[in-house]
């Protein structure tokens, strides 16, 4: 299946991927696996989101906000790819780091808005192995950072 028709079956439109905010490159690619940068919960609108998990945001606002991160990688990769989505042979790790109060113990269901969203659009060439830490804090506050390593034709 082709990836762009998946996504225009699921209503999803990609918003070209925000240039790097310091000295570092989105994606990196290494033989056949690509490597993407941290990301942060940018919206088309520019928004950025901010806040803790536990202390004033819930867990289905950092599902939410991970999902939107997710529509980001998926951009950095087409970037990455050349525009070809198809690309994507699978979703190989992800990384899944959340601002969150000490107590705040639903980190893995958070990120899951991202793996979630893998699994929609690239099926189960986007189950992946995952890792969901808590941080005390993220650059700019953001709620939640994520990278991921992807195989690639």
Known sequence: MRIERRLAELGIALAPAAPPTGTYVLAKRVGDLLYLSGNDPQYPDGTLAKGKL???MTVAEGYRHARQLGLVLIS???EALGGDLDGVLEIVKLV???NAA???EAHAEVVAGCSDLFLEVFGERGRHACSALGMSS????I???I??????R
Do not use: R, S
């Not at 990278?147 to 690639?152: H, M």
């Open 54 to 56: 536990g202390a004033g």
């Open 76 to 78: 950095a990769m087409k």
């Open 96 to 98: 899944g780091m959340v």
């Open 102 to 104: 000490p107590d705040f």
């Open 138 to 141: 993220l650059p700019a506050g």
């Open 143 to 145: 709620p939640v950072e």
């Open 147 to 152: 990278e991921v390593v992807v195989a690639v």
